[in-house]
Structures are given as C-alpha cells and as structure tokens.
C-alpha cells in the first residue's frame, strides 16, 4: 500500500503545482494565460477641502499640535495670574483700566474649542459647501468634540478662578445649542452671560461685520483678560484689511504676543486667509478662486 500512496501524494503535489505558475514556467506560457482585469477605480470628484479635513480627523499631528497649544498656555497661565497688570487685549480696545478686574481668557468657540470637522466632512462628502442652513442644522445637532487639550486648560483655569468667555461668530440665536453643547464636552460655563455670539448688542461700538473688537471690548469692561485664544486672527485683534501683506503686518506687531499672551489653534480648513489671497471675491466662479490661490503659491526664486 505505501507505494501506492506515495505515487497518490506525488501525483497529488504535481496537480497542485500545476494550478499556479513556478519560477519554472516559461515565459511565452505566462503569457498566454489571461490576467484578470484591474477594476477601474470610480471617478473621485477633487475637493479643495478634502486634504485640510481629513488632516483634522485623522493626523495625530494635529492632536499634537492642539494639546502643545494648550499645554503651554496652562505653563505660562499662573504668571498671567500674578502680574496684576497683565493683559491680552490690544491698547485699542481695552477702554478702561484692567487692573482690579477679576481674570478671564477670552476663547473663540468654532476649531479653538469645538471641533466641526464632521460638518466639513459632509461638505467634502456632498461637495457643497457653507450655508447658514445647514450649518444651524449642525449647530442644533450639538455633537462637537473637543478640540484635543482644551477641556483640560480649560477646566484648570476654572480652578483658578478664571472665568471662560466664549466669544464666537456663531450667532446668537444658537446661543442655547451651543452652551449645551460646551457643557457636554465638560467645558466650564459660568452662566449664560459668558457666551458673545456675532449679534450681541455693545453700547456704544458698532460691530463691523464680523469683527469681534466690541465683544473684547465689552468683555474688558468687566474682566482683565489674561488670554486669548482662536484659530483666526481676527479672534484677537480688529482686521482692517483682509489682505495677505496687511495680515503678515499685523501679524508682525504682536508677533511676541503669541505663546504668551495669545495662543492660535491650527485651522488649515476655512478662515479669512483663504479669500485674502483672491480679493475677498466669493461671488468669482470657484475656478476663478482656485487660480487665485494657485498664483498665490510662492516658488523658489
Ligand atoms: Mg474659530
């Protein structure tokens, strides 16, 4: 019996081996068998957007860079706190003497302490883009996350004594949504009066656009503002002129502010240097805009 079976388990591997090509499989034979064809991957529409969300959502850089942001301004927060005339705000807009003020930092909300990235995501996803429509929609739903660090900042300055002022360009009839929404992440609310979204009144100071001086100024009316914090840079000082040589300028003059007194979180998403670079023109046909930011990459010289 054994040789039979020898014989069996040969003819056995032989037929096996034959199913797949060996390194012994001439050539010209390989060729003849037919290959099966590639799928055809489906056509993926481009999106401007699609890199700067997916980095958001999925880079553990970006976590890092936000919990660095946070972690250094927990590190420089007590000095704020000693130095009894230390203040964030710019000469122009702090009205009245700091000094004496319960402290308060100054927090922008949208990609500094709620991240919206799953709303970009659907726009990527739908190729649309922003509308107040279906932005209150996102809004109401109330499921921003954190942005990485802030809660923790956040929560440790409450302990100080320091009071959270949310001002934000959501507007204010997303007032109650929002504060729900700060709430459920573990964000400190002291009260409802904390939140300054895009409408609030300020006697006195007429809002241009907007521009968030009057709410800075209204909030140093009450509080000496230690910090601030935002991932635009109208979040901390008026911008007069949305264009990229007046943006670098005003970032030069505080430039030593940041790290300090300011902290920026990164948004490569949306934000006022996008259309600085194509003239602030919306209303230009999308290819009009992304040849403006085409020309506007700087090549070696
Ligand atoms: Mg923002």
């Given at each position: 019996m054994r040789p039979v079976l020898a014989v069996s388990l040969l003819a056995a591997a032989l037929s096996l081996a034959a199913c797949k090509p060996t390194s012994f499989?001439?050539?010209?034979?390989?060729?003849?068998?037919?290959?099966?064809?590639a799928a055809k991957p489906a056509a993926v529409p481009a999106n401007d957007n699609l890199n700067a969300v997916l980095w958001v959502q999925r880079a553990a850089e970006y976590d890092?860079?936000?919990?660095?942001?946070?972690?250094?301004?927990a590190d420089e927060l007590d000095k704020a706190l000693?130095?009894?005339?230390?203040?964030a705000l710019v000469p122009t807009e702090r009205g009245n003497a700091a000094t004496g003020l319960p402290p308060a930092v100054v927090m922008d909300v949208d990609e500094t302490v709620l991240?919206?990235?799953?709303?970009?995501?659907?726009?990527?996803?739908?190729?649309?883009?922003?509308?107040?429509?279906?932005?209150?929609?996102?809004v109401a739903e109330k499921k921003a996350k954190p942005v990485p660090g802030v809660v923790d900042f956040a929560k440790a300055a409450a302990a100080k004594g320091v009071t959270i002022l949310y001002i934000s360009n959501r507007a204010v009839h997303l007032k109650d949504a929002t504060i729900a929404n700060l709430k459920a992440v573990g964000m400190p609310v002291k009260d409802d009066s904390v939140f300054l979204g895009l409408g609030t009144f300020v006697e006195g100071c007429e809002q241009d656009g907007s521009e968030k001086n009057c709410r800075r100024k209204l909030a140093g009316q009450k509080y000496r503002v230690l910090m601030q914090f935002g991932d635009q840079l109208g979040d901390f000082v008026q911008i007069v002129a949305n264009t990229p040589k007046d943006r670098d300028a005003l970032y030069d003059e505080y430039a030593d502010w940041f790290g300090e007194r300011w902290f920026m979180l990164p948004n490569p998403t949306y934000g006022s240097w996008e259309p600085a670079v194509f003239n602030n023109a919306w209303d230009q046909p999308a290819e009009a805009r992304r040849q403006g930011k085409l020309d506007s990459l700087e090549l070696a010289k």
């Open positions: 499989t001439a050539p010209a034979a390989q060729a003849t068998v037919a290959k099966p064809q890092a860079v936000s919990q660095t942001v946070y972690r250094a301004a000693k130095e009894a005339n230390w203040d991240d919206n990235s799953p709303y970009q995501a659907r726009l990527v996803h739908e190729g649309g883009s922003y509308d107040e429509a279906t932005w209150d929609l996102w």
